[in-house]
């Protein structure tokens, strides 16, 4: 595959040696190390990009990049820590949590619970919302 991006001749010769042995230890696409470099920087790509590729490996590059926009690329990571899944709103992860943790076992079916509250009262102080993705702020 083509190079494309930034010429050599514009990045520092600590960056052009890490994309290298990325791209040779592991096999790593070097457009990709590149597209990084261009939205993070090159000192973010030497610091982190060994662990956002990790991240992304497990989880894919869609609740990675919501948890940097949330959070930070310098703590990327701790995505997996955070990461609680994808969901359509607040209210349906805290509905989803509840039932996982049995608190709605024996709500009789005449109860109605309001999980939008649940979520604007309680729940959206200790987890964030991202693009669907829900992330604990305890990390």
Known sequence: MAREGLPTGQMQEETQELLDEYNELYNWEYNDMVDFIKS???????DNYFDYHGQVDELGIEPVEAFIELFSIDDVANVVDSYQGSYYSGADFAEQLCQDCGYTTDTPSWIVIDW??????????DYYEQDGHIFSANW
């Open 40 to 46: 993070y920087g090159e000192e973010s790509f030497r």
């Open 116 to 125: 939008e509250t649940t979520w604007e009262a309680n729940l959206r102080h």
